[in-house]
């Protein structure tokens, strides 16, 4: 996710505006209701990813490691297209999102979802860790909750600011000869910098309750983590490297567990889920 930096200090450095403090989602059973503050317009960012995504595929499939396994692709699309189907639990706008779903074909564990819905997952995560189809939507639902939140966006306000303070401009700045520097910051967030852990709580719970709603066992995610866990005892694959400790998320899931359940039930009734 390190492409076309150069671009999005170009579109980065024309969206600057005034701080805006808002609560991007629904609080939603789980009850996430932290409001956030952006720096940076959701169309700098959701651009910036769309041309980082396109960037991806095309490097990918000029290696031939694009969608080459179809029965995964198959499963990852099948689940993902039932938990996109719950977004506007959380925002309506986000069902009118360009989603893609694509799977890379490499060892790596790692999975993501950048803004406006493009999601990417590596075979490696399928292969070495087997989840069930309730364990891949666990992991799927927290990615897709990393969008719905904007936590990219989040993440590069905050960079912004933070170069806002050090060389004392106003956060209205225009385009800028400075603004083009500090929009280089913003491009290092997006594609380089992970996620905080508050930010991955969130997910979490959102993830779970995406599952919960598309009618998948949500006692799934627990299970999910701990194969994580397993999987990177000590040092981790690098898709951990900032996250919770898989054992914590486990607790925190299975705790959460009991808010979403009713809603799985009623996913299970005749006519419930999509």
Known sequence: MKYLAAAFVLMAGASLSACTTVQTTAPGAVGVQRKQSFLVSAEAVQNAAGESYRKTLTEGRSKGAVNNKPEMLARVRAVSDRLIAQVGAFRPDAQKWQWEINVMDTPEINAWCMAGG???????????????????????????????????????????????????????TGAS??????????????????????????????????????????????????????AAPSSGPSWLSSHPQSEARALDVQAYSARVQPLYEAAQRPGGRP
């Open 177 to 230: 000869a400075s603004t083009v520097q500090l929009a280089g910051a913003v491009a290092q967030v997006t594609y380089a910098l992970p996620h905080n852990r508050e930010q991955e709580t969130e997910a979490d719970r959102i993830g779970l309750e995406l599952m919960a709603r598309a009618g998948y066992q949500p006692q799934a995610a627990a299970t999910f983590f701990q194969k994580l866990a397993r």
């Open 118 to 172: 493009k999601i990417m997952v590596y075979s490696g995560l399928i292969d070495k860790l087997q989840p069930s189809d309730a364990e891949l939507a666990a992991l799927l639902g927290h990615e897709i909750a990393h969008a719905l939140r904007e936590h990219t966006r989040e993440a590069v306000s905050r960079s912004v600011g933070q170069q806002l303070v050090l060389t004392g401009l106003a956060a209205a």
